[in-house]
């Protein structure tokens, strides 16, 4: 189960992955991997894009395999004061979105402030995953490589500063809505800008919020074919810290 499952994938169509993650040729890499259950999950951060939803949606059902597949959708926090998520329950039904994973994108500051970052991301991830149309909360505590560069997050080397009370507070609050918590391959666990430090931290704190009866997602975030393979580091990972499959979210606990 831990390296057969990814539930974060990204096609060509929304142009944050590049020509590699055409619909068949996912499918057929996944295959290539033997994952048994996968989630196409492309962003949608504004309605105009929904139609490139639809080609996606087309492409699936021209796909014959014996994987499950599942039609999902990315989505991000658009209000920093509400944590509102840029998809309503309308839209859900129109495209016929099976699965909706969605977080923050962003720390919402120009210049290094640890403790109000920290306070922000905690009271966002909170509102997302106490939203019901969210299914899954995305890789907490990414943050894009340019606010690295910028120096507003190159402090974030570890989890030191994040407080115990905060994860368990967000682990109770995923376990009581039934909203997965993710370990993503690509974005967390083998990104260059996260140290093997916090990496290591980031292991603890994915068990601590299992612990806390929230479920675990597994997958690769892949915006290139070659990373795919990534969802099988994160389900390593979820593994080797201690996670039991019990603590594993699976498509068959959909909303």
Not at 148 to 167: E, K, M, N, Q, S
Not at 176 to 202: K, M, P, Q, W
Request: hydrophobic share 40%; with cysteine; net charge negative.
């Amino acid at each position: 189960m831990y390296e057969q499952v990814d539930y974060h994938i990204h096609t060509l169509y929304l142009k944050c992955a590049n020509e590699t993650m055409t619909v068949p040729a996912l499918v057929a890499k996944a295959e290539e991997l033997g994952l048994k259950s996968i989630a196409v999950t492309d962003h949608l951060n504004a309605p105009q894009f929904l139609d490139e939803h639809r080609k996606i949606k087309r492409d699936l059902a021209e796909i014959e395999s014996d994987l499950e597949i599942i039609f999902g959708v990315e989505v991000n926090v658009i209000d920093q004061d509400t944590g509102e998520v840029s998809i309503n329950q309308q839209q859900i039904d129109e495209l016929g979105f099976e699965l909706v994973i969605g977080g923050v994108h962003s720390s919402y500051f120009d210049t290094p402030d640890p403790k109000a970052i920290i306070d922000t991301q905690h009271r966002l991830m909170m509102a997302v995953v106490q939203n019901p149309l969210v299914d899954i909360l995305v890789h907490p505590w990414w943050f894009p490589r340019r606010e690295f560069d910028a120096g507003t997050v190159a402090w974030l080397t570890d989890l030191a500063l994040l407080p115990d009370d905060y994860v368990t507070e967000l682990g109770e609050a995923a376990a009581a809505t039934g909203t997965a918590i993710e370990a993503n391959g690509s974005a967390i666990l083998v990104n260059d800008t996260y140290g093997e430090r916090f990496v290591a931290d980031y292991k603890e704190y994915l068990k601590k919020l299992a612990d806390c009866g929230a479920l675990i997602s597994i997958s690769s975030d892949a915006h290139d074919i070659g990373r795919m393979e990534t969802t099988q580091v994160a389900g390593r990972a979820v593994r080797d810290a201690g996670i039991t499959p019990d603590q594993l979210w699976t498509a068959s606990q959909l909303k």
